[in-house]
């Protein structure tokens, strides 16, 4: 029996792709993740302001989701984040259970 596991992703768009592309994108990754692995939440935090340019970028659009999943996925999960044209950053995290 596999193991189930609590994530946490937070994926940081380059607003550079346009509206269309962003939503493109978010919907590519949402449709991932419904593939293999139970998704809790989905947040999409939408236009900020980043900490620090990145690319020469001040702006991305920022969305975070929440899922359960088998350990396997969240590095495929990585790999496929940063292979993927218009990803500034991601992070994946893997929820402790309290």
């Known amino acids: 029996m596999a193991v189930i596991n609590s994530y946490e992703a937070v994926i940081v768009i380059s607003l550079k792709l ?15 993740i419904e593939k293999h692995a139970t998704v809790e939440s989905i947040d999409e935090w939408g236009k900020r302001r980043l900490a620090y340019p990145i690319k020469k970028e001040t702006d991305a659009y920022y969305v975070l989701f929440n899922f359960k999943s088998e ?25 402790e259970i309290v």
């Open 71 to 95: 350990a396997e996925f969240p590095a495929e999960l990585d790999r496929i984040t940063k292979i993927t044209d218009g990803i500034l950053r991601s992070m994946i995290i893997k929820k």
């Open 18 to 32: 346009g509206e269309e592309a962003v939503a493109e994108t978010v919907k590519k990754f949402k449709t991932l």
